[in-house]
């Protein structure tokens, strides 16, 4: 309504002026009348999409079925790789049942939780400790740092479970196929003020398993997390370079404060 009546009071002030009358000879008052109203219409509905979809409860609901459908494919593998250790290596099973158990606790935690780069990188650590039992020496990673020091990692906000699935994809997709030694790179980076990780791992065509089902829907569910978490400002690519698959993460550079930095604790949350 306001658009059309705005338009409908500018053709009458502008009725007055002669060169107006003169230029729009045939012009009526109801034709853009109309146009302006489907106008306001067109936008009016935008904007009540654009309101439901980044409604706080939605994004909440829609964060914890995300959250639910991370299958941690790990779990069974690793209780079987600590079962054939309790007897032979009873301290090296105990350890891994404590990564193990850290690792459950964090799948159980609130969607929106945040934690710190530095907790996420512990927790992959853990998580492929874990691993190291089941895959052995053909499993090793590299850590790399670009522009980013011990302070950002230890202060950095990340959503929670956002680099451990990347992992575990890594490991699934590049190192089980293989047969010989496979080289997983964390890469961390910083520029400006966006954070960028990216986890690369060996692209075996031939199988066909980088591309499968399986690991297309665990990157589409962490593409749509940076979605509802960061809007257009959170990114997940992937590429295949010199045969190796790469999948980039990027989101905004924000701090935690001090103090949950110092105590290691972070239970912020994002609406």
Same mark, same amino acid.
């Given at each position: 309504?306001?658009?059309? &009546?705005?338009?409908?009071?500018?053709?009458?002030?502008?009725?007055?002026?002669?060169?107006?009358?003169?230029?729009?000879?045939?012009?009526?008052?109801?034709?853009?009348?109309?146009?302006?109203?489907?106008? &306001?219409?067109?936008?009016?509905?935008?904007? *009540?999409? +654009?309101?439901?979809?980044?409604?706080? /409860?939605?994004? *909440?609901?829609?964060?914890?079925?995300?959250?639910?459908?991370?299958?941690?494919?790990?779990?069974?593998?690793?209780?079987?790789?600590?079962?054939?250790?309790?007897? =032979?290596?009873?301290?090296?099973? !105990?350890?891994?049942? *404590?990564?193990?158990?850290?690792?459950?606790?964090?799948?159980?935690?609130?969607? +929106?939780?945040? @934690?710190?780069?530095?907790n996420e990188c512990q927790l992959c650590r853990q998580y492929l400790s874990i691993e190291k039992i089941r895959l052995g020496d053909r499993l090793? /990673?590299?850590?790399?740092?670009?522009?980013?020091d011990d302070e950002v990692v230890h202060r950095t906000q990340i959503p929670t479970l956002l680099l451990q699935p990347l992992v575990e994809n890594?490991?699934?997709?590049?190192? !089980?196929?293989? =047969?010989? *030694?496979?080289?997983?790179?964390?890469?961390?980076?910083? =520029?400006?003020?966006?954070? !960028?990780?990216?986890?690369?791992?060996?692209?075996?065509?031939?199988?066909?398993?980088?591309?499968?089902?399986?690991?297309?829907?665990?990157?589409?569910?962490?593409? !749509?997390?940076?979605?509802?978490?960061?809007?257009?400002?959170?990114?997940? @690519? =992937?590429?295949?370079?010199? &045969?190796?698959?790469?999948?980039?993460?990027?989101?905004?550079?924000?701090?935690?404060?001090?103090?949950?930095?110092?105590? &290691?604790?972070?239970?912020?949350?994002?609406?």
């Amino acid at each position: 309504v306001i658009p059309a &009546g705005v338009t409908g009071l500018v053709i009458l002030l502008l009725s007055s002026y002669d060169w107006f009358l003169q230029s729009f000879v045939d012009l009526s008052i109801i034709g853009p009348m109309l146009i302006a109203a489907l106008f &306001g219409i067109s936008l009016q509905h935008y904007f *009540e999409l +654009r309101g439901r979809a980044f409604s706080p /409860v939605l994004v *909440e609901a829609r964060l914890q079925a995300l959250q639910a459908r991370i299958r941690p494919h790990f779990l069974f593998n690793s209780l079987n790789a600590v079962l054939a250790l309790i007897r =032979t290596e009873p301290r090296r099973a !105990e350890t891994a049942l *404590e990564d193990l158990a850290d690792l459950i606790r964090v799948l159980m935690r609130d969607p +929106r939780a945040m @934690t710190t780069l530095e907790n996420e990188c512990q927790l992959c650590r853990q998580y492929l400790s874990i691993e190291k039992i089941r895959l052995g020496d053909r499993l090793k /990673v590299q850590w790399e740092r670009e522009g980013i020091d011990d302070e950002v990692v230890h202060r950095t906000q990340i959503p929670t479970l956002l680099l451990q699935p990347l992992v575990e994809n890594a490991v699934h997709y590049g190192v !089980e196929p293989s =047969t010989t *030694e496979s080289i997983i790179r964390i890469q961390l980076k910083k =520029t400006v003020e966006r954070i !960028e990780i990216a986890v690369i791992n060996p692209y075996y065509a031939q199988t066909g398993l980088v591309l499968s089902d399986g690991n297309q829907m665990a990157l589409n569910n962490i593409r !749509e997390r940076l979605a509802l978490l960061y809007d257009v400002e959170g990114q997940l @690519t =992937t590429a295949v370079v010199n &045969g190796q698959f790469e999948v980039r993460v990027r989101f905004p550079y924000v701090k935690t404060s001090i103090s949950d930095a110092a105590t &290691g604790k972070l239970d912020k949350k994002i609406v």
